[in-house]
């Protein structure tokens, strides 16, 4: 009868801290993508001038990061919602699962272009995808083999480039921004050059020689702090770096985007997608945590209203291009109705 009693009781107690744990934390907290934090901040912002909830901590994590983080569990010792700079993928939404983070409300914001920049003090530059793809791989096809890559300047990849040092800045693997910039710039790269699909690689290794980035110094992984980048930029005008286009937009005084196939960066060309490195953002939210962390809902109101997301909210101050209004409309239906992600 003891041991029932006691057993009832443990039973109790522990009904009661988890109870209190999912109200130990009473501010939103985000981590992930560098390139979605300023937007993110904004809104946060934002919201927390309303005064009914506290600011959201918002951290930079990368937007790899952000997912391990989000994707480790449910509960106050978990974020509530991670950026991303890329849609999830199917590896992290099952990474998900098996952590008991099943409902996941996905949140498009608009969109971004990957820009290759530099300093002001230096020369705007025209550069093709299968220029940067030349300069940054690790392996390149020569004699008919993959060798390491031999350039060290930019005129030995075209005579047209600058006669200076190949050394790129940008982010880290766990970045969506790298990630993305592997797909649309190296691998978009080297689909048009004659030499790689002459030797006529199997997909993997295709995938293998077109995104793996040379490790010799040519490219610096420069961390996740987009503006640390911009800083070096200013700093060493025969640099470059890679970044999402919203820090070229609010760096406009130090920094210049280069053409990419022709087409420079603006908010124009991203927004048509005449800018061939366009990319969606996105933000994840947990369904569980809404009703248990005070503000889920209402910050996903937040950022979807017009005010913040629209042709002229004040995330178009920050460098967000918006996404249509039809396309809007859409996203925000499913956004505040709570819709689950569907892969």
Not at 67 to 80: R, S, T, V
Not at 86 to 110: L, P, Q, T, Y
Not at 213 to 238: C, F, H, M, S, T
Request: charged share 25%.
């Amino acid at each position: 009868m003891l041991r029932k009693t006691l057993t009832v009781a443990a039973i109790a107690v522990a009904a009661t801290t988890v109870a209190g744990a999912a109200q130990a934390r009473d501010q939103l907290r985000i981590v992930g993508s560098s390139t979605v934090y300023p937007f993110t901040t904004a809104v946060a912002e934002q919201f927390g001038k309303t005064g009914k909830f506290k600011t959201p901590v918002v951290e930079s994590t990368g937007t790899g990061g952000g997912m391990k983080l989000f994707c480790a569990g449910i509960g106050p010792e978990h974020p509530d919602l991670t950026n991303a700079s890329r849609r999830i993928k199917s590896s992290e939404v099952e990474m998900c699962a098996k952590n008991g983070v099943a409902d996941i409300v996905e949140m498009k914001v608009g969109y971004d272009g990957i820009v290759l920049a530099n300093s002001k003090k230096g020369k705007v530059i025209t550069i093709t995808r299968e220029q940067v793809y030349l300069a940054l791989a690790k392996d390149i096809v020569q004699g008919g083999k993959l060798v390491p890559n031999p350039y060290t300047t930019w005129n030995q990849v075209d005579p047209s480039l600058p006669s200076t040092k190949i050394e790129v800045l940008g982010p880290p693997p766990t970045s969506g921004t790298r990630d993305s910039f592997a797909e649309m710039v190296m691998e978009g790269g080297c689909k048009k050059n004659a030499a790689l699909t002459g030797l006529k690689l199997d997909e993997k290794a295709h995938a293998k020689a077109c995104m793996t980035v040379r490790e010799d110094g040519a490219y610096v992984e420069a961390g996740e702090n987009d503006n640390l980048i911009v800083q070096k930029l200013d700093a060493n005008p025969n640099a470059f770096g890679v970044f999402g286009y919203s820090f070229l937009d609010q760096n406009s005084d130090k920094i210049q985007g280069s053409l990419i196939d022709g087409v420079a960066p603006s908010f124009e060309t991203v927004a048509s997608g005449k800018y061939p490195v366009s990319r969606p953002l996105f933000v994840y939210a947990k369904k569980a945590h809404v009703g248990q962390i005070p503000g889920v809902k209402e910050f996903l109101a937040e950022y979807t209203s017009e005010k913040a997301w629209g042709k002229s909210g004040y995330l178009g101050d920050k460098g967000l291009i918006p996404m249509v209004d039809a396309e809007r409309k859409d996203w925000a239906a499913k956004i505040n109705g709570l819709e689950n992600l569907k892969m």
